[in-house]
């Protein structure tokens, strides 16, 4: 779809910027999770689609993330800056989903995370999607530690009632 619309773009003489959010993470002002959202918390909620979900992730390998205020900081920020064009890759964090659930599960013991369901996938990213153009513009992700991240995110899940209070 986006290669239609650059191509329409380009043919009808319109500037077209676009901002790609990669896996994106955090409270959203929506009634229900977007899916990127109900698949990380599936590690500690067990929900099993969910988690299926997640590896099907686990094995393309990195897991780009963006926080979705950065995402939607960026999305105005491109709009506004007149120098903007082409293709924007949104990405404060790259890790896979080995990596995060190890993290997860040091961080929240509390939770059983099972680290044993993702043996035999990559454990650290062997390509990452660069954020470069969209800092060179002048950008400045605010959400760039996974631990506040990932508290935001239980949070929010807490909020939607995909995890306990």
């Given at each position: 779809m986006e290669k239609a619309a650059c191509k329409f773009a380009e043919e009808n003489n319109i500037s077209l910027i676009t901002v790609f959010p990669v896996f994106t993470l955090g409270a959203a002002p929506t009634p229900t999770a977007a899916t990127s959202v109900?698949?990380?918390?599936?590690?500690l909620s067990g929900d099993e689609m969910q988690l299926k979900t997640l590896k099907g992730l686990a094995a393309t390998g990195p897991i780009p993330t963006v926080h979705v205020d950065d995402l939607c900081r960026a999305e105005v920020f491109v709009a506004e800056k007149?120098?903007?064009s082409g293709r924007y890759i949104c990405?404060?964090?790259?890790?896979?989903?080995?990596?995060?659930t190890r993290f997860v599960a040091g961080k929240h013991p509390r939770y059983n995370?099972?680290?044993?369901?993702?043996?035999?996938?990559?454990?650290?990213p062997r390509v990452c999607y660069s954020s470069e153009k969209l800092v060179r513009e002048g950008f400045e992700f605010k959400w760039t530690d996974l631990d506040e991240v990932f508290d935001d995110l239980i949070e929010y899940g807490k909020v939607l009632g995909i995890l306990p209070q």
């Open positions: 109900s698949a990380m918390l599936s590690l007149e120098s903007a990405s404060s964090l790259s890790t896979t989903v080995v990596a995060f995370v099972k680290t044993d369901g993702f043996q035999g996938f990559p454990e650290k």
